[in-house]
């Protein structure tokens, strides 16, 4: 299926968010061209950066096989439990873990029945931008676990976290793979859209 005027736009404009890193831009880019399309489908063009995180996570965390089960039950059948175990955000401290969690759970609040058609463009849009940031965090990390712990610390000052955040920001690697994911995030949506 061809892309409409507005979607070319908008895709353009993703790249261009991508390109000057303005995440407020690309998340709402992002949500606009999303909103063109059903929610599941929608929900499948997001869904492979998600998944790509899950080897991290397993060689992390070997034993909460349930994660893998849960992600699968949402893109294979298009179901979720009700009850999302939101507690054990707490249990996966390594670097991107938490952040790809709350990717997973946003993808399986989409296929709730109590979820509106337009809280589900925000939950995919959410998953999305955890989804990337999971991957930022790790890359940025995990060679640095003693300033990603003090980093997520509450004990840590405000000060000194707020110049941790700032180091993982403008790290040239952390900045090119931003870029690099926001445009594979572009060209999903893309084909997606194309595929019809």
């Known amino acids: ?61 070997p034993e909460a096989g349930w994660v893998r089960e849960l992600m699968l039950t949402v893109i294979v059948y298009g179901s979720s439990p009700s009850d999302l175990p939101f507690h054990a955000l707490r249990d996966f401290p390594r670097p991107g873990c938490g952040n790809f969690l709350i990717a997973v759970f946003e993808m399986a609040q989409v296929v709730q029945p109590q979820t509106t058609t337009f809280e589900s ?19 940025y990390f995990k060679k640095r676990l003693e300033l990603y712990q003090m980093y997520r610390d509450e004990q840590t000052d405000d000060e000194t976290r707020q110049a941790i955040q700032f180091e993982f920001w403008l790290n040239e690697i952390v900045s090119k793979r931003d870029v690099a994911l926001w445009h594979n ?12």
């Open 1 to 61: 299926m061809a892309m409409t005027d507005e979607q070319i736009a908008d895709i353009a404009q993703l790249r261009q968010a991508a390109e000057s890193r303005e995440w407020t831009t690309a998340q709402d880019t992002l949500k606009r061209l999303l909103a063109t399309l059903d929610p599941l489908i929608a929900l499948s063009a997001v869904a492979p950066r998600v998944q790509a995180f899950l080897p991290k996570f397993e060689h992390y965390y």
């Open 121 to 139: 463009y925000s939950h995919i849009t959410n998953a999305a931008g955890n989804a990337i940031l999971a991957d930022l965090q790790y890359t």
């Open 185 to 196: 995030m572009a060209d999903q949506v893309a084909q997606t859209i194309q595929r019809g």
